[in-house]
């Protein structure tokens, strides 16, 4: 199965004999997932293709990514938004080996949505492309929403320099364990 979120937009490219060589390696070895586009790139060397993305790490399970379909439905959970499933379906996929994600990204893509709202740079991009957002439908960030999400992604990228299997400990503890990466009791 192929997971890919709709606020994500293609902006180039596909690199099409990537992709297939993901596929193909991931049909011959015991891979669970396949993460196609890494924001955060694998955290130990697996080969040339690819690298492990280790328990324990932050946003195993995210999109563009292959996956072995009974996997992805064990993991996905009735009533979660996308955003919970990156969170806590990570923690749930603590129980498996296999996860990968390729080195490089085969998806030229840009976030357009970020919390219900249009990213202005990503407003921007696409209409240089050539395709026109309906902002009567969904709000843009305002400028101060903007900054704040500048500053969190520059959090975000100082966060990638904490060794992978620490960052959901250092996490929680910044955010006053706010997400509590222990998996849900139903």
């Not at 690298?51 to 009735?78: A, C, F, H, P, Q």
């Not at 919390?115 to 202005?120: D, L, P, Y």
Request: with cysteine; aromatic share 14%.
């Amino acid at each position: 199965m192929f997971l890919f979120i709709d606020d994500f937009f293609l902006v180039d490219y596909v690199k099409t004999d990537m992709v297939i060589k993901a596929f193909k390696w991931m049909l011959g070895n015991s891979a669970n997932c396949v993460k196609m586009n890494s924001r955060q790139h694998p955290d130990k060397p697996y080969n040339d293709l690819v690298g492990i993305i280790s328990k324990g790490t932050i946003y195993r399970t995210t999109v563009m990514s292959v996956w072995k379909k009974n996997i992805l439905l064990e993991l996905l959970k009735d009533g979660e938004s996308a955003w919970d499933f990156e969170i806590y379906g990570t923690v749930r996929s603590d129980k498996y080996d296999g996860f990968y994600s390729t080195w490089e990204d085969c998806f030229p893509v840009i976030n357009g949505v970020i919390k219900g709202k249009w990213q202005r740079g990503a407003v921007r991009r696409l209409n240089l492309l050539g395709i026109k957002v309906d902002l009567n439908r969904r709000q843009m960030m305002t400028k101060k929403e903007t900054v704040v999400l500048f500053f969190k992604e520059l959090r975000s990228k100082m966060f990638k320099m904490i060794p992978a299997k620490y960052r959901r400990k250092v996490k929680d503890f910044i955010l006053g364990g706010k997400y509590n990466y222990e998996i849900k009791k139903n």
